[in-house]
């Protein structure tokens, strides 16, 4: 391919050669011309010279003193002035933010959690995201922790046991987005709880067996015959909280039994057994998982559990587990 710049300079160059050397050849006969003028030829006469007196001047008209100058924006300008800041310390530039305000959809979608205390130390804990419907949540309180999902809607709702008198509720959804909130339980302090946390399908129970009873008798707290706050509040024995839905995906479930130990008198002791039921869910896996306890005298403690499940020919069998969580002992109130 041609290149067109070489070629226009060559262009050029050869035009200028060209031109110098018609210039070279024919210098001599312009000299011959010139010398060969007639001795009558009439000298040039020159312009006459305008005295400066008479030399018209323009000058630019003054500008009336009341002339305002239009505004047009503060985008330049803002620029300008931080320019000029630097030159005057007493001028106050304007600001910029990066912060970009929220639009409407954004302020609408955006979740919140509304947490109250409620009767047996419980907290309600309401979550309102109306654009994360059927949404897989993650809701945390102290060490307690399980997985559960929005409505169609993005509502929520549910009732747990506090582990603590100042209970921070952490709501987290897939992708990390996380809100807060927080109340104060003053209750927390009568009730002995106990809780297991596990990740997997159910298949782990507790089993709180008050003063002396056995399997199946009234007085067996367990998912089965799991009471409810009130049994506590009326001071007539402990309740079992059952939380997580097998349902989401990588669920993680828990259970929490509590006992009012400040409303109940008399003595005794209530005999807590985990069992690990045997399921096509369960058998040959290992489950993870921890235990928490929680003392009237409000400190908690938690340990680890790692559990090998019986393989698939064991279905329909459970796993006692009798000192993975300690009996509470009941003092004369």
């Not at 620029?79 to 990066?98: K, M, W, Y």
């Not at 489950?287 to 279905?315: N, Q, W």
Request: net charge negative; hydrophobic share 40%.
């Amino acid at each position: 391919m041609i290149d067109k710049r070489r070629l226009t300079t060559a262009a050029v160059t050869l035009a200028v050669a060209f031109g110098t050397g018609y210039l070279m050849q024919n210098s001599s006969s312009v000299s011959e011309r010139s010398s060969a003028a007639p001795e009558n030829a009439k000298p040039a006469v020159s312009a006459p010279d305008v005295p400066v007196e008479n030399e018209v001047k323009a000058e630019l008209p003054d500008l009336p003193s009341d002339l305002s100058v239009p505004d047009i924006g503060t985008g330049g300008s803002i620029i300008h002035a931080r320019r000029l800041a630097a030159l005057d310390t007493g001028f106050d530039a304007p600001t910029l933010s990066d912060v970009q305000t929220p639009t409407p959809f954004e302020m609408a979608c955006k979740p919140v959690v509304f947490v109250d205390p409620a009767p047996g130390a419980m907290i309600d804990i309401r979550v309102s995201a109306p654009c994360d419907g059927n949404a897989r949540i993650t809701v945390n309180h102290a060490s307690l922790s399980f997985t559960d999902a929005t409505d169609s809607d993005g509502n929520y709702a549910i009732s747990i046991p506090a582990i603590q008198e100042v209970a921070q509720v952490e709501v987290v959804f897939d992708g990390g987005r996380k809100i807060l909130a927080d109340t104060l339980v003053l209750t927390v302090n009568g009730y002995n709880r106990s809780a297991i946390v596990w990740q997997g399908q159910p298949g782990l129970h507790i089993h709180a067996l008050e003063f002396g009873a056995d399997y199946g008798d009234a007085g067996d707290v367990w998912a089965e015959a799991a009471r409810g706050p009130e049994h506590g509040v009326k001071a007539l024995g402990g309740f079992l909280t059952k939380l997580g839905n097998p349902n989401v995906m990588n669920p993680k479930m828990a259970e929490v039994y509590s006992f009012p130990a400040d409303r109940i008198a008399g003595k005794g002791a209530v005999r807590m057994v985990v069992e690990a039921e045997v399921t096509d869910a369960t058998c040959d896996k290992v489950i993870e998982g921890y235990t928490i306890e929680l003392g009237t005298d409000g400190h908690s403690r938690e340990v680890a559990l790692e559990l090998a499940m019986p393989d698939c020919d064991a279905i329909g069998g459970y796993l006692v587990l009798k000192n993975l969580l300690q009996d509470m002992k009941i003092a004369s109130n």
